[in-house]
C-alpha cells in the first residue's frame, strides 16, 4: 500500500500511508488509541470506497473498494469482537464454512453435510486445532472462537491475515497457542500476517517487521531487531499538539476513600486495591480494554463484585448495588454517556435530579416541582450547562453538554467520592476544559476523584496520583509529578 | 422568480405541515373521539341521549381499569399479558368468598386482593429474579391462572345457590352494597377514582418518576442509584392488583364467577392503554391518555353496534383500531 489517506467529514483519518506486507512473515502494526490503526485494516477490508492512493498485490495494481473485493483478492481480518462474527447456535462446520456456503452455493439449494464437515475437519488439521466440527459455536472459549474464526478465514485461501487485538481476551496458554498457529501459517503455509497489539513484549517474541502509526501517519517501518521497546513508546507518544491543563493547586488531606483486594466476576476486575484522599485527583490510566471501565463500575457496585472491601472515611461500608454507591456518597460518570449517563429522552431538570429526588419530596413521596426545578436551574448556572431551558430534551444537548448533565445530577447529591469514567471522550476542547475545571472544584471542596482515562496527556495534567492498569489489574502505582508519559505507557503495555 | 423567496415559502410550508403533524400526534386521539361522536350523533340521533352516554361510561369501566394496570407495566418498558386471567381468577375467589364462604363485601374484596397479589408477586418474579422477556412470563402466567381459576371453582362458574365443589349445600349471599358497585354511578365514579389516583401516582410521585426513569433506560436508572428491580416489581404488582380490582367489579357486575369472564378484556385494555401513549403529547404510557383510548374503543364499539353492526364482526374493527395505534407509537419512533 502506497500514499493511503482517507478523509471523513472534519478529520483527516489517514494521510500518506505506506504500508507493506510480504507472505510468510508476521508484521506488527501499532499505534496509541486513534492512531489510525483500525482504519487502515478497515481498508484493506474493504469496508471504505473513498480512500486514495495505490494498493498493489503481487506487483499489479489493485482496488478494494468493498468487502467482496477483499474477500477475492485474499484478504481476511479476524476482528477483536469474535462474537459478531459468529452464528452461536450453529456448529463449527457452518460457521467455518459459512463465507464458502454463502458465496459458492450458486445454483445448489441443498447442502451436503458431508462435504461441508469434511472440509471443516481439513481445515482444522491444517492449523493443528483438535475441535468437533459438530460442536455448537456457543459452547466454545473465546479462544476456539478465534480458531474458528481462523479456520474460516483460511478455507477462503487467505493470502493475508489480519488479527486485531487477537491476545487482549486470552490466557497465557491460548496465548501461546495462537503464536504457534501464527508462525505455522506464516512459515509453513506462506500467509502474511498482521498482527495489531498493544502488548509489546508480544510484539518482540513473534514479528519480524514493525509499522507504528501515529496520528494517521506512519512515523516507521523496520525490522523489530532494529528497535528497542521505550524508542517504540516514544515513537507512539511522539509529541502531540499541546493542550494545557487547568490544575488547581489543592491541599491534600486523609485518606477518605480505600478498596482492598477487589475482584469482579470473569476476571473483568483482579485483585484491585487503591485509595483516595481528601481533595486528591487519583487517576486510572491504561490502554481500550485494560479493565477502567470493569474498575469504575465495580468500585459503584454496578459489576458483581466477588470480594474486596470498601472503607469511606475509615468505616467499612457494603457496595453490592449501585443503590448502595449511592447512599454512601459515590458517584460515578460512566464511560458510556448517552447510554448510561444520562436519560436522552427526557428533560434536563429530570435528568439533574435522577439520583436525588428524595431531596425533593414531600409528605407521601409527592415531588416539588418548584424546588426540583430551582436546584436543576441552579446546577445549570454552575456548570454552564448550555441549554434553552431546564424543559429541554438531553438529546438536543451537545455531547459536553450532556456530559455536564451526567456530572451535574451529581453535585445535588453531595457525594464525597466521584469516579469518572473517561469523562472527556467525545467532548469538544472547550468542553473539556469545563470538565477539568469543575473537577478541580470537586477537590477544591474536599472531595475525592478518581479520574480513568486511556488519554496519557489527560492523566499527566490533571493527576496526583495514578495507577496504571494492564489486563484487567493494577500493575503499578506512580506520583504523577514525578513520571512521565513514557513511563505510565511502558507499565501500561506490559512493561515489568 | 426569485428563487430564495421560493425556498423560504417552501420551508414555510414544511414548518407548517410539521406543526400539523404534532397538532394531530397531539390531539389526534381526541379529534377521533369527536369525529366519531359527530358522526354517530349524525347518523342516529339517540346516540347522543344522556342515557347511551352513560351506558358507554359505564361499558368501558372494567376494560380502562385492566388498562390502567397495564399502563403502569408499560411506564417501565414491560408488559403484562395475564391481567385478563387474573381479573378471572378475582371474579372467582370474591364470589367464592360470599357465596362458599359467607364472607362480607369487605373481607370478600381483600381475599380477591390477596389471592391475586400473589400472582404479581410470581410475575414480578420471573422478570425480575428469573429474567424471562416479560411477554413471555406473562404468557405463561395467563395460561396457569386461566387453569388455576377453573380448578378452583371446579370448571369456571360459582352462582347464588350452586353446591359447592364437595356437593354440600350453600346459603351465601352476595352482598348487596357489593352488587350496587357494578351499576353505574358507582362503576364510573371507580373508573374514574382509578383513573385519577394512578395519574397523580405516575406523575407528581417520587415512584412515578422512577418507574418512568426505569422503563427510559435501565442501565442509566440503575447508575443513578435507583434500585430498578424493587420498581420493576412493583410494576406488576400493581399491574395484577389493578387487573384484580376490575376483576372484582365484573364480580359485581354479572354477580357470579363465569368461565374466563375477563378474558375478553385483555385486547381491548391493551389498545387503550397504546392509544393514551400520545395523547396531550405525553408521548408515554400515561393514565388519562388510557382513558381516552377507553373511550375511543367504547365509543366506537357501541356505535358500530347501534348502526347494527354484527357483535362477531366487531373484533375486525377493534383489532384494526390497535394496529393503528401500535403504528402512531412506533412509526414515529424511527
Given at each position: 500500500m502506497t500514499n493511503i489517506a482517507i478523509e471523513f467529514p472534519g478529520v483527516k483519518a489517514l494521510s500518506g500511508v505506506d504500508f507493506e506486507v510480504e507472505t510468510g512473515a508476521i508484521h506488527a502494526l501499532i499505534g496509541a488509541n486513534g492512531a489510525g490503526k483500525s482504519t487502515l485494516m478497515k481498508i484493506l477490508a474493504g469496508a471504505y470506497d473513498h480512500y486514495s492512493g495505490e494498493i498493489m498485490i503481487d506487483g499489479k495494481q489493485v482496488q478494494i473498494r468493498t468487502p467482496r473485493a477483499a474477500k477475492q483478492l485474499g484478504i481476511e481480518i479476524v476482528y477483536q469482537e469474535v462474537d459478531t462474527a459468529l452464528?452461536?447456535?450453529?456448529?463449527i462446520a457452518e460457521n467455518i464454512m459459512l463465507d464458502v456456503m454463502v458465496n459458492r452455493m450458486g445454483r445448489r439449494h441443498f447442502v451436503r453435510w458431508g462435504e461441508v464437515h469434511q472440509s471443516a475437519r481439513k481445515v482444522l488439521e491444517r492449523m493443528g486445532v483438535k475441535l468437533?466440527?459438530?460442536?455448537?459455536?456457543?459452547?466454545?472459549t473465546l479462544a476456539q472462537k478465534q480458531m474458528v474464526l481462523i479456520a474460516r478465514a483460511l478455507a477462503e485461501d487467505a493470502r493475508f491475515l489480519v488479527l486485531d487485538e487477537p491476545t487482549a481476551p486470552l490466557s497465557i496458554s491460548e496465548t501461546q497457542d495462537l503464536f504457534r498457529l501464527m508462525k505455522d501459517l506464516a512459515y509453513n503455509h506462506n500467509v502474511g500476517v498482521v498482527f495489531i497489539s498493544h502488548r509489546l513484549p508480544e510484539i518482540f517474541e513473534i514479528c519480524e517487521r514493525v509499522t507504528i502509526l501515529r496520528d494517521g501517519q506512519v512515523v516507521i517501518h523496520s525490522p523489530v531487531s532494529n528497535v528497542r521497546p521505550l524508542q517504540v513508546i516514544e515513537l507512539m507518544l511522539g509529541h502531540r499538539f499541546d493542550e494545557t491543563y487547568p490544575k488547581t493547586k489543592v491541599e491534600i488531606g486523609e485518606k477518605i476513600f480505600e478498596v482492598n483486594n477487589l475482584s469482579a466476576d470473569n476476571g473483568a476486575v483482579q485483585n484491585a486495591s487503591l485509595y483516595v484522599r481528601a481533595g486528591e485527583i487519583v487517576g486510572v490510566a491504561g490502554?481500550?480494554?485494560?479493565?477502567k471501565t470493569e474498575l469504575s463500575k465495580a468500585l459503584f457496585g454496578a459489576l458483581p463484585a466477588k470480594s474486596g472491601e470498601t472503607y469511606l472515611k475509615g468505616k467499612k461500608i457494603s457496595v453490592r448495588t449501585p443503590f448502595e454507591a449511592v447512599q454512601h456518597g459515590l458517584a460515578l460518570v460512566p464511560e458510556e454517556r448517552r447510554k448510561e449517563g444520562v436519560l436522552v429522552e427526557e428533560p434536563v431538570y429530570i435528568n439533574l435530579s435522577a439520583a436525588s429526588l428524595s431531596v425533593f419530596c414531600a409528605a407521601l413521596d409527592f415531588v416539588r416541582g418548584g424546588a426540583e426545578r430551582a436546584s436543576a436551574r441552579k446546577v445549570i448556572g454552575d456548570l454552564g450547562i448550555?441549554?434553552?431551558?431546564?424543559?429541554?430534551?438531553?438529546?438536543?444537548?451537545s455531547g459536553g453538554n450532556q456530559q455536564k448533565v451526567a456530572v451535574g445530577k451529581w453535585l445535588i447529591t453531595d457525594a464525597e467520592i466521584y469516579i469518572f469514567d473517561e469523562p472527556t471522550k467525545g467532548v469538544d476542547v472547550g468542553a473539556k476544559h469545563e470538565i477539568f475545571e469543575l473537577i478541580g472544584r470537586l477537590v477544591a471542596a474536599g472531595k475525592g476523584v478518581i479520574y480513568a482515562s486511556c488519554e496519557l496527556a489527560e492523566i499527566m495534567g490533571i493527576t496526583d496520583r495514578t495507577y496504571v492498569m494492564y489486563d484487567h489489574a493494577i500493575v503499578k502505582e506512580l506520583v504523577t509529578a514525578e513520571t512521565n508519559e513514557a513511563e505510565i505507557l511502558f507499565y501500561s503495555t506490559g512493561g515489568k | 422568480m426569485d428563487v430564495g423567496a421560493l425556498s423560504k415559502n417552501k420551508t414555510q410550508k414544511e414548518k407548517g405541515s410539521t406543526i400539523a403533524l404534532n397538532f394531530l400526534t397531539k390531539w389526534g386521539t381526541i379529534l377521533t373521539i369527536l369525529v366519531l361522536v359527530a358522526f354517530f350523533a349524525i347518523t342516529m340521533p339517540s346516540f347522543i341521549k344522556p342515557s347511551n352516554l352513560l351506558t358507554i361510561l359505564r361499558s368501558i369501566s372494567i376494560v380502562t381499569v385492566i388498562a390502567t394496570g397495564i399502563t403502569i407495566s408499560l411506564t417501565v418498558n414491560g408488559f403484562d399479558l395475564s391481567v385478563g386471567s387474573i381479573a378471572t381468577f378475582a371474579d372467582s375467589l370474591v364470589i367464592s368468598a360470599f357465596v362458599w364462604y359467607e364472607f362480607g363485601a369487605v373481607p370478600a374484596i381483600l381475599f380477591a386482593l390477596g389471592g391475586t397479589l400473589l400472582v404479581g408477586l410470581a410475575n414480578a418474579f420471573l422478570i425480575v429474579k428469573l429474567r424471562i422477556p416479560d411477554l413471555l412470563a406473562t404468557l405463561s402466567m395467563l395460561f396457569i391462572i386461566e387453569g388455576v381459576a377453573m380448578t378452583y371453582t371446579g370448571g369456571g362458574s360459582i352462582s347464588e345457590g350452586m353446591p359447592r365443589l364437595d356437593g354440600t349445600e350453600t346459603f351465601g349471599k352476595i352482598d348487596l352494597v357489593f352488587k350496587s358497585l357494578g351499576s353505574a354511578p358507582w362503576i364510573i365514579i371507580i373508573m374514574l377514582a382509578v383513573v385519577a389516583v394512578v395519574h397523580i401516582f405516575l406523575n407528581y410521585t417520587k415512584h412515578g418518576r422512577y418507574l418512568y426513569v426505569v422503563g427510559g433506560n435501565l442501565e442509566a436508572a440503575r447508575l443513578s442509584g435507583i434500585p430498578v428491580d424493587r420498581y420493576r416489581m412493583l410494576a406488576y404488582i400493581l399491574s395484577s392488583m389493578l387487573a384484580a380490582l376490575g376483576g372484582i367489579i365484573l364480580a359485581s357486575r354479572i354477580g357470579s364467577a363465569q368461565i374466563?369472564?375477563?378474558?375478553?378484556?385483555l385486547m381491548p385494555a391493551v389498545a387503550a392503554a397504546y392509544i393514551g401513549f400520545s395523547v396531550g403529547g405525553a408521548g408515554r404510557p400515561n393514565a388519562f391518555g388510557t382513558l381516552m383510548g377507553a373511550v375511543l374503543v367504547g365509543v366506537l364499539e357501541n356505535g358500530l353496534v347501534m348502526m347494527s353492526v354484527p357483535y362477531y364482526s366487531l373484533n375486525i374493527v377493534k383489532g384494526l383500531v390497535l394496529a393503528l395505534a401500535l403504528a402512531s407509537t412506533y412509526f414515529r419512533k424511527r
Open positions: 452464528v452461536p447456535y450453529l456448529s468437533d466440527t459438530r460442536e455448537l459455536v456457543q459452547n466454545l490502554l481500550v480494554g485494560a479493565g448550555k441549554t434553552p431551558s431546564e424543559y429541554q430534551k438531553v438529546a438536543y444537548l | 374466563n369472564a375477563g378474558a375478553g378484556y
